[in-house]
C-alpha cells in the first residue's frame, strides 16, 4: 500500500468549532458542579448561537474547497497515482493529480525538493552525482540545466505541468509551472525523466518551470539538474502540490534508486512483449513497479 503523506492538521473552521463544543460542555458542567444551575442555560445558550455560527462557517470552508489526491483512476487494487512515457531515449515518470471534490482548485504549483541518501544518510548537496556540463553526453537539455554546478541543490524548486492554463511568456522559452484543476480532472505533473548510461548507473534529470519539449518545440526547455545514479545512491524527492481552493496541501515522496527503474524498464518491455491475457498481468506488474517509487518511510 503506497504511502502518501499528507498534512494531517486540523483545518481552521473545523478547529475552532471542536474548541467551542468542548469549552461549552466543559463550562455547562463546572456551573452545574458549582450550582451555579440559573447560569447554565444562558450560557448554552450563547455556546449554541457561537456553534451555529461556526458550523455554518465550517458548512462553507468544506463547500468552497476540494481535496487533491493521486490517482491514474483505474479500478484495480494497485493505483499508484504514477505513470511512465515511453521515448526513443528516455522514459518519463509523471504523477496524476485528481481534484476529488466539488471545486475547481486554482493557481496550482508544485515544488519539488531533492535529497541524496547514502549509507543511510540524506543529504541536500548534490555535487556528488551531478553530471558536470564538460562531461561528453548526448542530451541538449543537460548542457543548460539550472542548478549551480558549483553549489548544486534543489529546494522548494518548481515542477511542470503537461497541461498549463497559465503560461508565463519569457524571452527564450516560458515559464509551464501553474495549472488549475476542475473537480474530477486529472493533471499530469512532469516530475523526471531517465535514461540507463551503463549497466551500472541511471542518469535522473527532473524537470524545471520551463517543462517538457513537444513536437517540434522551438523553445529550450532545461532540466533543472542532471543527476547521476549508481546502485549505492538514493534520490529521496519530496513534492509538494498547492493550490487556491485546496482544502490542504497533497504531499508525497519518491525514493528513485538503480534497482527501481531497472524493475520498470524490465516491466515496460514484458509489457511490450505480451499478448493476449497475459498483457493484464503484464500492466499490473508496471503498476507495480511504479508504486515501488513511492517512498514507505519518513524521509528526515
Known sequence: MM???????PNPPLLVLIIAVMIGIISSVILWVLNYTALIGPVLGAMISVIAVLGNE????????????????LEQTVDPGLDVEVFERTCRISAVVVNSGRTTVKYVKAALTIKVRRNKQEDYYLGNVLLRKNEIINFPNCRGYLVNEDNPHVIGEML????????????????????????????RLLIFEYTKLSDDMYLVMPFSEYGAPGPSDPPTRPYRACLKLDRSSELVMKVTVHGEGARSPLEFTLCVTFDKLAKIDDAIVKLKNAKGEDQKQKFTDLLKALNSLICHYRSK
Not at 3 to 9: A, D, E, P, Q, S
Not at 58 to 73: E, Q, V
Not at 175 to 186: A, E
Open 3 to 9: 504511502y502518501i503523506k499528507r498534512c494531517i492538521k
Open 58 to 73: 465550517t458548512a462553507k470552508y468544506y463547500s468552497s474547497t476540494s481535496t487533491l489526491k493521486l490517482s491514474l483512476g
Open 160 to 187: 511542470s505541468w503537461a497541461l498549463p492554463e497559465r503560461i508565463i511568456t519569457r524571452p527564450s522559452t516560458d515559464y509551464v509551472h501553474i495549472t488549475s484543476i476542475s473537480p474530477g480532472q486529472r493533471s
